[in-house]
T-cell receptor, first 115, second 113 residues
Framework: AQSVTQLGSHVSVSEGALVLLRCNYSSSVPPYLFWYVQYPNQGLQLLLKYTTGATLVKGINGFEAEFKKSETSFHLTKPSAHMSDAAEYFCAVSDRYFGNEKLTFGTGTRLTIIP | SAVISQKPSRDICQRGTSLTIQCQVDSQVTMMFWYRQQPGQSLTLIATANQGSEATYESGFVIDKFPISRPNLTFSTLTVSNMSPEDSSIYLC??????????FGQGTRLTVV
């Protein structure tokens, strides 16, 4: 069975400051890892994903994440926060059979940007 | 990419009634999934909608409560039966391809009173 733990249900950062959202996973097989963003009253949008290859992945809106197998982590970062980054962020895991399809989600982190 | 249309976008229902949510995709997809997002919580997979066979339900979800249809490769419905206030959630349809990302509908926001 797979699981995802997101540390911090709420994170607040000042505009222009570093954004760091933490995600740890548990998987008995090599994982596929994802970060999704959900803006108020909207569906989920993929920020980035790791499947194979380079462990540092870059996504949309200046976000990136690094897959660290030894730490079972996939933390999301952005060097400089923007007001438009305020949203709910979900880390998710899948396995190589289901690929990008059947996902197990973390509990989410609500990001607030302080002007 | 895939464009997913979910209907209705929101509804307020009386307890004891049922609501059917529709998910229409603009292209044929092999796998479709239904998720539930309870207030303030994450997404939980309800079931995989299989074309031509019965849906595969996750632990804690049963067909009598959440019957699912998948008549073809572009369409699926989820019914929330005999609703109670605890069923108030956002229900999301998702489709995916193994080598590309999963796509989500905008969701159906259900309130049971």
């Amino acid at each position: 069975a797979q699981s995802v733990t997101q540390l911090g249900s709420h994170v607040s950062v000042s505009e222009g400051a570093l954004v760091l959202l933490r995600c740890n996973y548990s998987s008995s097989v090599p994982p596929y890892l994802f970060w999704y963003v959900q803006y108020p009253n909207q569906g989920l949008q993929l920020l980035l994903k790791y499947t194979t290859g380079a462990t540092l992945v870059k996504g949309i809106n200046g976000f990136e994440a690094e897959f660290k197998k030894s730490e079972t982590s996939f933390h999301l970062t952005k060097p400089s926060a923007h007001m438009s980054d305020a949203a709910e962020y979900f880390c998710a895991v899948s396995d190589r059979y289901f690929g990008n399809e059947k996902l197990t989600f973390g509990t989410g982190t609500r990001l607030t940007i302080i002007p | 990419s895939a464009v997913i249309s979910q209907k209705p976008s929101r509804d307020i229902c009386q307890r004891g009634t049922s609501l059917t949510i529709q998910c229409q995709v603009d292209s044929q997809v092999t796998m479709m999934f239904w998720y539930r997002q309870q207030p303030g919580q994450s997404l939980t997979l309800i079931a995989t909608a299989n074309q031509g066979s019965e849906a595969t339900y996750e632990s804690g979800f049963v067909i009598d409560k959440f019957p699912i249809s998948r008549p073809n490769l572009t369409f699926s419905t989820l019914t929330v039966s005999n609703m109670s206030p605890e069923d108030s959630s956002i229900y999301l349809c998702s489709v995916g391809y193994k080598n590309t990302e999963a796509f989500f509908g905008q969701g159906t926001r259900l309130t049971v009173v």
